[in-house]
Antibody, heavy 123, light 112 residues
Framework: QVQLQESGPGLVKPSQTLSLTCTVSGDSITSGSYFWNWIRQPAGKGLEWIGR???????NYNPSLKGRVTISLDESKNQVSLNLESVTAADTADYYC???????????????WGRGTPVTVSS | QSVLRQPPSVSGAPGQTVTISCTGS?????????VHWYQQLPGAAPKVVIY???NRPSGVPDRFSGSKSGTAASLTIAGLQAEDEAEYYC????????????FGGGTRLSVL
């Protein structure tokens, strides 16, 4: 059974880069045809999709984040990483990683989620 | 403001049926991109309850069903149980945002 676990610094200073890691257990991140997503949720608010990376290297990002985001895969560590540059207080949220499952050719839904990790942006 | 619109809250008594709506536009639900529904219990991560408009993953009770028509979708929960009390989110993709995944604002289901 695939499990995801997010980790990273709980506190980041404004203007710095937020770096999070999602460790995948129970399967290799490069086996099969999956996308690996990052999603965030400010306290008491809704979900916002950040972006995703495919096992074969293609990536999609939310245009609203204006090029501040990079998602990468580390096959040797079986991890998915998120870098978010130039953070502000508006980036304070719980951050989740989730796997995209291909239920039909080129159609995906997020079938496995991590438990999330909180991030606060503050000086 | 979310791309997909949901009512902030719905409620029902145990055993009743409730429906949660999700309204989009021609660039997302009407594109037509599929709609998925996620349940988020308090303090927990989201979990998919309906995928591809009307399909239930294994393990999700058949009390949960979904439908889609035009630029809108809905999630119906029959035979409400206390354990169904949660936040529910619809999700699709949007061609005007380069295919980005988009969510509804969420609907809080209260079981009275």
């Amino acid at each position: 059974q695939v499990q995801l676990q997010e980790s990273g610094p709980g506190l980041v200073k404004p203007s710095q880069t937020l770096s999070l890691t999602c460790t995948v257990s129970g399967d290799s991140i490069t086996s099969g045809s999956y996308f690996w997503n990052w999603i965030r949720q400010p306290a008491g608010k809704g979900l916002e999709w950040i972006g995703r990376m495919h096992t074969r290297g293609s990536a999609n990002y939310n245009p609203s984040l204006k090029g501040r985001v990079t998602i990468s895969l580390d096959e040797s560590k079986n991890q998915v990483s998120l870098n978010l540059e130039s953070v502000t207080a508006a980036d304070t949220a719980d951050y989740y990683c989730a796997r995209d499952f291909e239920y039909r050719s080129f159609y995906y839904y997020m079938d496995v989620w991590g438990r999330g990790t909180p991030v606060t942006v503050s000086s | 403001q979310s791309v997909l619109r949901q009512p902030p809250s719905v409620s029902g008594a145990p055993g009743q049926t409730v429906t949660i709506s999700c309204t989009g536009s021609r660039s997302n639900i009407g594109a037509p991109y599929d709609v998925h529904w996620y349940q988020q219990l308090p303090g927990a991560a989201p979990k998919v309850v309906i995928y591809s408009n009307n399909n239930r993953p294994s393990g999700v009770p058949d009390r949960f069903s979904g439908s889609k028509s035009g630029t809108a979708a809905s999630l119906t929960i029959a035979g409400l149980q206390a354990e169904d009390e949660a936040e529910y989110y619809c999700q699709s993709s949007d061609s005007s945002l380069s295919g980005a995944k988009v969510f509804g604002g969420g609907t809080r289901l209260s079981v009275l």
